[in-house]
């Protein structure tokens, strides 16, 4: 079983930046295609951003151009820099590891943009 923890989230003001970090506890962590999702009140759980196990990334339309997802195999590690936030980003932010649909998920950490 992977264990996988998020860290990071706050509370920002607009135009403020956070960068959140996922470590996971399993030694074939540079296999995994792995991504960001969000979920906010009465919403459901969406696609922020992917990274494959070759560093190709995938942003949903809300995110591209204000946030970037990378990955650092050597520490188990993978962020999600966060620019220009915006009170529409605040959510609950889920790391998983192994995509979606049979991967390991972690407890999410909460970002909250407001003034």
């Known amino acids: 079983q992977v264990q996988v923890v998020e860290s990071g989230g706050d509370l920002v003001q607009p135009g403020g930046s956070l960068r959140l970090s996922c470590a996971a506890s399993?030694?074939?962590?540079?296999?995994?295609?792995m991504g960001w999702y969000r979920q906010a009140p009465g919403r459901q759980r969406e696609l922020v951003a992917t990274i494959t196990n070759s560093n190709k990334t995938n942003y949903s339309d809300d995110v591209t151009g204000r946030f970037t997802i990378s990955r650092d195999n050597a520490k188990n590690r993978m962020y999600l820099q966060m620019n220009s936030l915006k009170p529409e980003d605040t959510a609950v932010y889920y790391c998983n590891i192994g995509g979606a649909r049979l991967g390991y998920w972690g407890q999410g950490t909460q970002v909250t943009v407001s003034s």
């Open positions: 399993t030694q074939s962590f540079s296999i995994y295609a």
